[in-house]
């Protein structure tokens, strides 16, 4: 059978670039990119999981998975050897693939092991349940528990959709990245699965804050928003401080008019924190690999771990004794504005 290598020979092949919204020094721009995880480009399956078209997430806070789903096919030419999408949805999801391969390659090399999170449920347009609480803007979210992502279409016209936003991206992955590091597990249930007590709203918060704080630290940028979301109110170098109105308070969220607890404001007040020991110390990484040391630190085994203070105590007790830990201090006193017994500062 001479003839069936030659065949192959012969064959398109796999692509050794994509087209996809790439980060660069001057902004974003579509152009090839290498992408060695992604193995397929039809049916999008790689080493960092498998994209699914549709499917739900069955369940709220305990026990949820992600199931339905069916198989993908982004319909692509390959042009002098790139991957060339035939529509935006194709664009998006080479994009969001390639931001996601780059921000763990970067967290792996900076000494995290994500082997657990890997290989990950991707969900492209699936029945979002109201009780996953997205807001309107979230248009790619992680479900905990589930270890899904699930990516929505961009109805605006963004200057970079948010599924593109390198940022946006490794906000989701850090989600993931918090479970694994609070349970050792990314399939297992958050600690506290009822949101709506204090320790869940503490979680919920702490989680945004994390989130937002490892895309800021790791692209080296607190506005990472601004390309795709007018949202000031996000971003990590402004002036947001910790407000008696911002602890959470069971009560005024089941008084208020829509009782869901929005755990951004103060996510952006952690975000903040860690934004100002950057400044202040001029080094990103070192600031990052001191909120794992932190969360290390924090290892929460239950509610009662679910609290500012709590995980502020850890931050502090990480950071090195002298100038970083004097950093710390400073920045607790800015954002937090005492109201918080925070250990470990004078
Ligand atoms: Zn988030």
């Known amino acids: 059978m001479p003839v069936l ?20 020094d001057d902004g974003y721009v579509v152009e090839p990119r290498a992408l060695p995880a992604l193995e397929d480009a039809g049916t999008m399956t790689g ?11 069955v369940g709220n806070g305990a026990g949820e998975q992600y199931s339905g789903g069916r ?27 390639g931001h996601l391969a780059d921000a763990t390659d970067t967290l792996e090399a900076g000494g995290l092991d994500l082997d ?29 528990g589930a270890n899904v992502f699930l990516l929505l279409p961009d109805g605006d016209n963004r200057e970079v959709p948010l599924l593109a936003n390198a940022g946006v991206v490794t906000h989701e992955l850090g989600h993931a990245v918090l479970h694994l590091l609070m349970t050792g597990d ?12 204090a320790a869940g709203m503490w979680q919920s918060a702490l989680h945004e804050g994390f989130a937002d704080s490892l895309a800021a630290l790791t692209l080296d940028d607190p506005r990472f928003l ?20 911002l602890l959470p308070d069971p009560a005024a969220v089941a008084d208020s008019l829509l009782p869901i607890y929005d755990p951004y404001p103060l996510g952006t007040v952690f975000a903040s924190l860690m934004w100002d020991i950057r400044v202040a110390t001029d080094d990103a990484p070192a600031t990052l690999e001191l909120l794992f040391r932190g969360v290390e630190h924090w290892a929460p085994s239950g509610p ?29 006193e800015l954002r937090i504005d005492g109201l918080l017994a925070v250990a470990g500062c004078p």
Do not use: K
Request: proline share 8%; aromatic share 8%.
């Open 186 to 197: 990314p399939s297992s249930d958050p600690l506290v699965a009822d949101t709506s007590t």
């Open 116 to 144: 657990a999170i890997f290989p990950v449920d991707i969900a492209w347009n699936p029945a979002v349940s109201p009780l996953l609480e997205l807001a309107p803007a979230d248009n790619a979210a992680y479900a905990i």
């Open 304 to 332: 009662d771990d679910l609290d500012g203070a709590v995980f502020l105590g850890a931050l502090v007790a990480a950071a090195e004794p002298g100038t970083q830990r004097d950093v710390v201090c400073a920045a607790v």
């Open 226 to 245: 601004d390309v795709s979301l007018d949202m000031p109110a996000r971003y990590a170098d402004t002036d947001a401080v910790l407000t008696a109105a």
């Open 5 to 24: 290598p030659l065949l192959l020979a012969c064959a398109p092949g796999a692509p050794d670039a994509f087209l996809a919204y790439v980060r660069g």
């Open 71 to 97: 198989g993908l096919t982004v319909r692509y030419v390959v042009q002098d050897g790139v991957a060339v999408p035939l529509d935006q949805d194709g664009l998006l999801l080479y994009s969001f693939y």
């Open 47 to 57: 080493t960092l999981g498998s994209v699914r078209h549709g499917g739900r997430v």
